[in-house]
Structure formats: C-alpha cells, structure tokens
C-alpha cells in the first residue's frame, strides 16, 4: 500500500498570504494524485485532481503541482473561507490512499 | 444538480450487520464507477470499496475484504453496502463517491459499540 504523508499537521497563516501544502508518496503515483478541502460536518470537496488541474469551480488562487513522490498545493492568497483541513489523495494504485491532512488555520 | 444521499446507517453491536444505501441523482449513474469512503477516528480517509459501471469488476481495501459487499443497481439508481462482522474500528463516517471524485455524498453514521 502507498503511503501519502502531509507536512506540517498544521499550518497558520494570516489571511491574504500565501500557503503551501506538501503531500509526499512512499512510491511513485505519477500525476495520478488529488487534494481535498473538507470544512467540519462536511464532506472533502475536490480541488485538484491529475496533481495540477483544478476540479470545476475552483478559484484560481488554489493551485497544484509535482509528479512521482512530491506535490504541493499552494493558495496563493487566503480568504477566509480557505481556513479548513486539506487532504491529499493517490489514485495510481488500489488501495488509494489518503494523507493524514493538513490543518490550515488562521495566524 | 448532481446529488448522492447516504441512508442505512447507525449504532449496530460488535459483530452486527448493517447495510447502507446511496441514491444517485443528477447525472447518467450506470455510467460511472462507484465509490464508498469512509472517515474513521483511528484511520482518517479511507477509500473503502469501488463498483464498476455494470457491477462486473470491484474492489476492497484489505481492513473490509471478506466482511463487506458492495453492489448496485442502475435501474434504482442506487448503490449499496451491505457490512457484516462490524468491528469497533469500522465505526466512522460513510460517505458514497461518485469515482472520478467529483461528487460526494454528505455522509452517513455508523457508529459499532455495545
């Protein structure tokens, strides 16, 4: 099984600025990786899907990119609605396999 | 409007069955993969189960292998996951996914105590 590992567990950020999330796969998953957003008492809310193209309707500040064992998502300038828990996901072997998330939350 | 809407779940005792139901709405259901995730306290996300589009082809992750089945029916628009031998690890959140990811449903409970 893949292992997908997020860092830092938690992130605080001054809304307006940048943020950069990092999500590392114990093999390589290609482009084959997704991150999340999920608010609590909802469910994750795709972003990013193929590592680097944005799911319908996802604003533009939410960007994503790497291949093979390294991703990041950055949100290039937080509003506040972005203060949530960010979840990486790789799809290029069964089991697909989670991150253990990150918490992004405001400074 | 794409909507999936979980039902079925519950507290159920150690070793208990369960069976949770999804209704699909919004898009053409028996031509997509199906999904069933769950979020667990012990485990966070976990990609539980697939279902091709004709239910010929499906998939487990290794912790429900040989205690869940999941299956469909396009006719019904629904898809299912029949959960026995519960365990107080499956206790958790489930929710049904469309495959591609795109689409979720807003979760059911499943909750295995005694």
């Known amino acids: 099984e893949i292992v997908m590992t997020q860092s830092p567990a938690t992130l605080s950020v001054s809304p307006g600025e940048r943020a950069t999330l990092s999500c590392r796969a114990s093999?390589?998953?290609?482009?084959?990786l997704a991150w999340y957003q999920q608010k609590p008492g909802q469910a994750p809310r795709l972003l990013i899907y193929g590592a680097s193209t944005r799911a319908t309707g996802i604003p533009a500040r939410f960007s994503g990119s790497g291949s093979g064992t390294e991703f990041t998502l950055t949100i290039s300038s937080l509003q506040s609605e972005d203060f949530a828990v960010y979840y990486c996901q790789q799809y290029n072997n069964w089991p697909y396999s989670f991150g253990q998330g990150t918490k992004l939350e405001i400074k | 409007e794409v909507q999936l809407v979980e039902s079925g779940g519950g507290l159920v005792q150690p070793g208990g069955s369960l069976r949770l139901s999804c209704g699909a709405s919004g898009f053409t259901f028996s031509k997509y993969w199906m999904s069933w995730v769950r979020q667990t306290p012990g485990k966070g996300l976990e990609w539980v189960a697939n279902?091709?589009?004709?239910?010929?082809?499906?998939d487990y992750v290794d912790s429900v292998k040989g205690r869940f089945t999941i299956s469909r029916d396009n006719a019904k628009n629904s898809l299912y996951l029949q959960m026995n031998s519960l365990r107080a690890e499956d206790t958790g959140v489930y929710y049904c996914?469309?495959?591609?990811?795109?689409?979720w449903g807003q979760g059911t409970l499943v909750t295995v105590s005694s």
């Open positions: 279902i091709k589009e004709d239910g010929s082809e499906k």
């Open positions: 093999q390589s998953v290609s482009s084959n």
């Open positions: 996914a469309r495959a591609d990811r795109y689409y």
